[in-house]
DNA sequence: TCACGGATTCGT
DNA sequence: CGAATCCGTGAT
């Protein structure tokens, strides 16, 4: 089933693993979709977290954090690579879910990469959208938890925070 | 307008 | 393990 709006509007971390083992969609112009089982994710909490991008306030790149759940955050990273994230949690409160894996593609860069996804696709509401969406079987998933990657600019107390999530064999 | 640096990737 | 890569962000 397609995810609704009230799943979105929950913390990140929760979110975060509970997106795990549920399918992200995307269907492209031609009007083909592309279907992928989330396998990692990493939760950024708040402008508290040091980590999340929106910890020093709300600016023009932040601002879909500070949207209500539901919405996709994608920005461009080192230059060359798009992220994807889930914007989770109430609004005016920026969290966000990065989809680091699915399967067939590890790393966030691979992940836009294998499902077409760029920056045309921020803010994309995927409660409605015709493009990019999520959806979960209700099954639960096995994980395990660990430190999140590539935030040495974070508080130690943040960077040792285990909010990735992988899927366990 | 511009200096800074990054939620990475790939090759060795 | 280290270099490539380079645009966007955010402040001036």
């Known amino acids: 089933m397609r995810l609704k709006k009230r799943d979105y ?12 083992g549920m399918t992200l969609c995307r269907r492209l112009d ?8 989330i396998i ?3 939760a950024y ?4 977290d040091t980590a999340c991008h929106a910890h020093k306030g709300r600016t023009p790149r932040t601002d879909v954090m500070y949207m209500a759940g ?10 060359m690579h798009e992220m994807l994230n889930i ?6 409160h920026p969290e966000a879910v990065l989809i680091r894996g699915i399967e067939c593609a590890t ?12 920056r045309a696709l921020n803010r994309e509401n995927m409660v409605s959208s015709k493009r990019l969406w999520i959806e979960s079987d209700g099954k639960c998933t ?22 990735r999530f992988i899927v366990t064999p």
């Open 45 to 48: 909490f708040g402008e508290e």
């Open 107 to 118: 790393g966030p860069g691979r992940v836009t990469k294998a499902m077409r996804v760029s």
């Open 9 to 20: 509007v929950q913390n990140a971390v929760t979110m975060a693993k509970a997106l795990l």
């Open 30 to 37: 031609d009007g083909s979709v592309l279907r992928a089982r």
């Open 142 to 163: 096995k994980f395990k938890a660990s430190a999140r990657i590539g935030i040495g600019y974070a508080s130690r107390r943040d960077q040792s925070r285990k909010w």
């Open 87 to 92: 914007v989770t949690g109430p609004a005016d």
């Open 70 to 79: 539901g919405h996709a955050y994608v920005y461009l990273c080192y230059g």
């Open 40 to 42: 990692e994710t990493e």
